[in-house]
């Protein structure tokens, strides 16, 4: 991307001050330096930018190569130097500025990176190029809003449209506007071996519920680069996030094929085989975890829990044992411990196991059941039956809760789902049942508008605007829908 940005345009820029020297004899050294680039050898290109600069200390356009070049090779604060010199010296130029954004934004100093960009935008409006820095500077520092009409400017007056389009269809993803998956869609069409726009579409669209498409999206990616570990391995992770552990066993199955081995390799791999079935395996590979990382919490505890399914009690003991060692303040680590405690007969440590997850949580209606049906076990029917009621009570309103938020999930999924496939009359039925909820309110929006019900889908903007003022895509979307209703 930042070779598209160093344009014709940086073509005679020099530096005032000192006397031109002469052009070295024998083959320009910039040229050999930009033939080394081309080749990829970036140390080679450095030392020869490096030497014609010394040569030409006036010379901008191989200075701003030379910044690339260090860029390229992960040194960033270098190049933020040598470009903030350059700036100095040429405070009316944009194509320093432009590339001090550029720098500035890949040392993660977006704020100061649209400054820049505005600033060479001002000096030369036309540009697109300045326009398209400008964008990705404004999304990168959390103004999508803004950073939207720089880069549709860009798109429409470059030649090379793909860069700008693929920031605004992320600018748009951040607003939430539908447009994001029209112009992810576009960038795909014009540059189908995209993988880097391919991935952030399925993010969108995972983002938006559509979990199936997303992972095609993904899974196209797998086919053209198979040999991405590094993607097989964050596939898994979304794929365990969705409940789809036997496909994410698949995917890190490949990976620890191809020899890499990592506590967190080790750990999710474990965890999608033990979920999808294959416990003996799951808990090779959770040890495998343990000794990678013995420090790390969620191996150990997830090993003992799996160890207690398999019914490996003793086993089960000594991870879980580690595991409130490491994390003795965890009421569900005590639960753990004393089911594989009592699993294992020794139930005066699994009374103490209870008892200590009940001091942590009083609420915790599980404790109350397994410390009340171990009390009543052991012929302590009183106090049993008393850990029996609070349990009653408190798994009723856990009951409840969960019941509740599964409820809204499901409905509020069910109606993103029908709103996708153009049932905007169903959807507005499953978001409607929420009337206090901003997500649902703007479901409900966007089905009135599909229905050309503009004045009601207003209304819920903005009750949905004043429950999240804080949400900058709702308000985004509700200025939207006050310019489309103006305008028509």
């Given at each position: 991307m930042i070779a598209a940005l160093l344009g014709a345009s940086f073509l005679g820029l020099t530096?005032?001050?000192?006397?031109?020297?002469?052009?070295?004899?024998?083959?320009?050294?910039?040229?050999r330096a930009a033939e080394a680039t081309r080749k990829g050898d970036l140390a080679t290109a450095r030392r020869l930018y490096e030497e014609a600069l010394r040569r030409d200390p006036q010379n901008g356009p191989v200075a701003l190569a030379l910044a690339q070049t260090l860029l390229a090779l992960g040194e960033g604060p270098a190049a933020e130097a040598l470009v903030v010199r350059l700036v100095e010296s040429l405070p009316e130029r944009p194509e320093p500025r432009r590339m001090l954004a550029i720098v500035y934004l890949q040392n993660g100093k977006a704020p100061e990176a649209a400054a820049q960009a505005r600033k060479a935008v001002e000096l030369e409006p036309e540009n697109a190029e300045g326009r398209f820095v400008l964008g990705s500077a404004l999304r990168a520092a959390g103004q999508p809003a803004e950073a939207v009409p720089e880069l549709e400017r860009s798109a429409a007056k470059s030649s090379r449209p793909v860069p700008a389009l693929h920031q605004l269809a992320l600018a748009y993803a951040m607003l939430r506007d539908p447009k994001a998956e029209g112009t992810f869609e576009r960038v795909l069409a014009l540059a189908p071996d995209n993988h880097a726009a391919r991935l952030d579409f399925a993010s969108y669209l995972w983002q938006v519920r559509n979990f199936v498409r997303g992972n095609q999206e993904v899974e196209r990616v797998l086919k053209s680069a198979p040999a991405d570990t590094v993607?097989?391995?964050?596939?898994?992770?979304?794929?365990?996030?969705?409940?789809?552990?036997?496909?994410?066993?698949?995917?890190?199955?490949?990976?620890?094929?191809?020899?890499?081995?990592?506590y967190d390799l080790a750990y999710h791999f474990g965890l999608a085989l033990a979920e999808s079935g294959r416990s003996n395996e799951g808990v090779l590979r959770l040890r495998d975890a343990v000794a990678a990382a013995p420090?790390?919490?969620?191996?150990?505890?997830?090993?003992?829990?799996?160890?207690?399914?398999a019914q490996r009690p003793e086993e089960a003991v000594a991870e879980l044992e580690r595991a409130a060692a490491l994390q003795p303040n965890s009421s569900e680590i005590q639960l753990d411990l004393g089911l594989a405690y009592e699993a294992a007969a020794r139930l005066d440590k699994a009374e103490a196991a209870y008892r200590e997850a009940l001091r942590l949580d009083p609420k915790m209606a599980k404790a109350h059941y397994t410390l009340g049906t171990l009390l009543a076990r052991t012929g302590r029917r009183e106090e049993g039956a008393s850990h029996a009621a609070l349990y009653q009570a408190a798994f009723q309103a856990q009951?409840?809760?969960?019941?509740?938020?599964?409820?809204?999930?499901?409905?509020?999924?069910?109606?993103w789902v029908a709103l996708q496939s153009g049932q905007p009359e169903r959807a507005l039925e499953q978001f409607e049942r929420h009337p206090d909820d901003p997500d649902a309110l703007r479901g409900a929006a966007r089905a009135l508008i599909r229905l050309g019900r503009d004045a009601e889908?207003?209304?819920?903007?903005?009750?949905?605007?004043?429950?999240?003022?804080?949400?900058?895509?709702?308000?985004?979307?509700?200025e939207r829908e006050y310019d489309r209703v103006r305008n028509k």
């Open positions: 530096v005032p001050g000192a006397p031109s020297q002469a052009p070295p004899p024998g083959p320009d050294v910039a040229t993607l097989r391995r964050k596939y898994a992770a979304v794929l365990i996030e969705q409940g789809g552990f036997e496909q994410a066993a698949g995917e890190l199955e490949i990976v620890w094929k191809s020899g890499a081995r990592d420090d790390r919490l969620a191996a150990h505890h997830t090993l003992g829990r799996v160890l207690y399914r009951q409840q809760a969960t019941s509740l938020g599964a409820s809204r999930k499901a409905e509020l999924n069910l109606g889908a207003l209304r819920k903007y903005e009750r949905a605007v004043a429950l999240a003022p804080e949400d900058l895509a709702l308000r985004y979307e509700l």
